[in-house]
């Protein structure tokens, strides 16, 4: 939204699509967390503070806004970009500051083909964010231990619903993208296969980084630890 209001950008994402993400697919994934074991080293941690330690605090803001929702929001953002460009014409100085002026006539193009081009960009950074957050999915089931300590398929640590979990996100975006009655509700149209597949590389970057920082905070002690890890 900041992107429009501030830097005139075509919408990159509609609220409708918002909506879809907030009350559709995030949510199945959340409740696969719930069933989560503990993880094995949470009893050496020291109790909270109950006066002085919120469970809303800077760690977290930090871990989601200034870490996660970067890397989610630079995946989107480049999706978007790279379809219009590809399909469009149209650079990244193309789309900045334009405000009122992506209506008909704007780059040699009706305002029909306008819409599409846009609704088609805005699905696609939808399939981005519902496929990002699918490796922050594996990234937030522990806050220290590795995923490779934490198996979701090991006996001791099985979390099965995690699979049905994604299983019905998928099933969940493919409808909003595909079904019609869904694509004129909420304006989406079919993408080209290879942006529901681009995305799962900024998945794998998110993974990866994360897995670097447990690491690095596994060998600090855990007072510096508590004081600065989500």
Sequence with gaps: VSTQS??????????????????????FPALAIVNETAESDLMKQPPRGVTGERLVNFQLYGQGYCFLGIIESLAGFTMFFWYMSAYGGFGISDLFFLYDKYTDGYGGKTQDQLNDLLWTA???????????????????RTR???????????????????????GITLTIAIFVVYIPIFQNVFNTRPIPVQYWFVPYCFSLLLFGLDELRKYLFRKVPLETRRRYAW
């Excluded at 501030?6 to 949510?27: A, N, R």
């Excluded at 981005?128 to 490796?135: E, F, K, N, P, T």
Aim: charge should be neutral; charged fraction near 5%.
């Design 6 to 27: 501030t830097g005139g950008l075509p919408l990159p994402l509609s609220p409708f699509l918002m909506i879809v993400i907030c009350v559709g697919t995030d949510v």
């Design 122 to 140: 805005q699905t696609i950074f939808f399939v981005a964010l519902v496929s990002v957050q699918l490796g922050n999915l594996m990234c937030t």
């Design 144 to 166: 220290t231990l590795s995923f490779f300590q934490h198996n979701p398929l090991a006996e001791k640590t099985k979390n099965s619903s995690l699979l049905s979990a994604i």
